[in-house]
């Protein structure tokens, strides 16, 4: 096996793994490859061991990567998982497949008045920390009811957890509030803490440096 085969090989192992200690079926969690600052060659590898969900977080960058490779590999599947500005909505609702970082009203009336309508997840501020992106949790009741009234898919909630604290509970949490407002997807988990997100319910995780790097 080539090294990136090897990388998926462990990191699918390890979903399967916690999936099963939770009794979920692991066929219900999609593994994203964050692929920022990730060269096409290094991307082709993944692909070629069959990976099929990758990540960006910047539409510029996915600017210059994908419009190659998109033709190459029609089943890959692209998703936005940075921090989106508003002119650039139309932009990223072409190009991507999935945006897991709907995160306020403007950007929200920007996605909704584009010509495409991906899914999305709505990036909650989980830690409620003054400088992370995210609608706050007070907010979060009615940020829902304003995705529900656009045309564009609610795909389920997306959280980052503070730096430097224990993920699991705010990955409990983040599956408590989807389920108390009717939200079925969870996009949580990044290389230090997916199995963890898998265990506490995640559908999506979005992992790059355990899939890219020895
Ligand atoms: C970079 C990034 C990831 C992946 O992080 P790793 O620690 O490399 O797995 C996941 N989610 C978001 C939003 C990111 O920006």
Do not use: C
């Given at each position: 096996?080539?090294?990136?085969?090897?990388?998926?090989?462990?990191?699918?192992?390890?979903?399967?793994?916690?999936?099963?200690?939770?009794?979920?079926?692991p066929g219900e969690i999609t593994l994203v490859a964050v692929s920022k600052r990730r060269?096409?060659?290094?991307?082709?590898?993944?692909?070629?061991?069959?990976?099929?969900?990758?990540?960006?977080?910047?539409?510029?960058?996915?600017?210059?990567?994908?419009?190659?490779?998109?033709p190459l590999y029609p089943d890959v599947r692209l998703h936005m998982i940075g921090r989106?500005?508003?002119?650039?909505?139309?932009?990223?609702?072409?190009?991507?497949?999935?945006?897991?970082?709907?995160?306020?009203?403007?950007?929200?009336?920007?996605?909704?008045?584009?010509?495409?309508?991906?899914?999305?997840?709505?990036?909650?501020?989980?830690?409620?920390?003054?400088?992370?992106?995210?609608?706050?949790?007070?907010?979060l009741g009615s940020f829902l009811d304003a995705v529900r009234a656009t045309q564009i898919?609610?795909?389920?909630?997306?959280?980052?957890?503070?730096?430097?604290?224990?993920?699991?509970?705010?990955?409990?949490?983040?599956?408590?509030?989807?389920?108390?407002?009717?939200?079925?997807?969870?996009?949580?988990?990044?290389?230090?803490?997916?199995?963890?997100?898998?265990?506490?319910?995640?559908?999506?995780?979005?992992?790059?440096?355990?899939?890219?790097?020895?």
């Open positions: 096996m080539t090294d990136a085969a090897t990388r998926l090989a462990v990191v699918r192992a390890e979903i399967a793994r916690a999936a099963k200690s939770a009794r979920r079926d060269s096409v060659e290094e991307i082709e590898a993944l692909i070629d061991a069959g990976q099929r969900d990758f990540g960006e977080s910047r539409v510029q960058e996915a600017k210059e990567k994908w419009p190659a490779l998109r989106l500005q508003s002119n650039k909505a139309s932009e990223a609702a072409a190009l991507f497949d999935f945006v897991h970082s709907l995160d306020r009203i403007s950007l929200l009336d920007a996605l909704a008045t584009a010509p495409t309508h991906p899914p999305a997840f709505v990036q909650v501020n989980i830690g409620e920390e003054a400088r992370k992106g995210g609608v706050a949790l007070a907010e898919p609610l795909a389920g909630l997306m959280a980052i957890p503070p730096h430097g604290l224990e993920p699991g509970p705010f990955f409990a949490f983040l599956n408590e509030l989807a389920r108390r407002h009717g939200v079925a997807g969870l996009s949580m988990g990044m290389s230090s803490d997916y199995p963890a997100a898998v265990m506490l319910g995640a559908t999506m995780v979005r992992v790059g440096t355990a899939l890219f790097e020895d």
